[in-house]
């Protein structure tokens, strides 16, 4: 079944780049009308980037190749279910549908767990792991203000 040939596509992303020594065993594939249409493995090591999961490399590959900033028909292939910060990417880039190969617990198992970052977003700020505290606020207003005014900004 084509699903399962582009989960699998998703697992071979995630074997080269673990076998390349690009980062930890997770691969993407992003599929429009059929086609593969942006691939991506986790490059967190090799690129000194904590952002640079499989999810997020695929979808900039995927944004690129569409020249677009959203994923409209478009379906991702995960070979693990995606963290808090990939879910984020995720809803951000408007996919039709998520496949996802392991689970949370999976990753879990192998010392990929996400659980603690599940925990703090519920938390108000003075009782997270890392403080958080509002600083500037009337200045950092001046760029929302200036946003509503702007004529030829491009809304997403």
Same mark, same amino acid.
């Given at each position: 079944?084509?699903? *399962?040939?582009?989960?699998q596509?998703? /697992?071979?992303?995630?074997?080269?780049?673990?076998?390349? @020594? *690009?980062?930890?065993?997770f691969?993407?594939?992003?599929?429009k009308? $059929?086609k593969?249409?942006?691939r991506?493995? @986790?490059?967190?090591?090799?690129?000194? &980037?904590?952002?640079?999961?499989?999810?997020?490399?695929? /979808?900039?590959?995927?944004?690129?190749?569409? @020249?677009?900033?959203?994923?409209d $028909?478009?379906?991702?292939?995960t070979?693990?279910?995606?963290?808090?910060?990939?879910?984020?990417?995720?809803y951000?880039?408007?996919p039709d549908?998520v496949?996802?190969?392991?689970t949370?617990? &999976?990753?879990?198992? /192998?010392?990929?767990?996400? *659980?603690?970052?599940?925990?703090? %977003?519920?938390?108000?700020? &003075?009782?997270?792991s %890392?403080?958080?505290?509002? +600083?500037?606020?009337? /200045?950092? +207003?001046?760029?929302?203000?200036?946003?509503?005014?702007? *004529? &030829?900004?491009?809304?997403?």
């Amino acid at each position: 079944m084509e699903k *399962e040939k582009f989960m699998q596509e998703a /697992i071979n992303q995630a074997l080269k780049g673990m076998n390349s @020594n *690009e980062g930890g065993p997770f691969g993407c594939v992003i599929v429009k009308d $059929g086609k593969i249409i942006g691939r991506g493995n @986790n490059k967190v090591t090799s690129s000194n &980037d904590p952002t640079a999961h499989a999810e997020v490399t695929a /979808i900039r590959d995927a944004c690129k190749n569409l @020249n677009s900033f959203q994923l409209d $028909g478009c379906e991702i292939y995960t070979s693990c279910e995606p963290c808090p910060m990939c879910l984020g990417a995720i809803y951000w880039s408007r996919p039709d549908k998520v496949y996802y190969g392991s689970t949370q617990q &999976d990753a879990a198992n /192998i010392g990929f767990d996400d *659980e603690f970052i599940y925990k703090e %977003i519920p938390l108000p700020y &003075d009782k997270r792991s %890392i403080p958080f505290e509002q +600083l500037g606020h009337k /200045i950092a +207003l001046i760029p929302f203000k200036k946003w509503s005014e702007k *004529e &030829d900004k491009k809304e997403y």
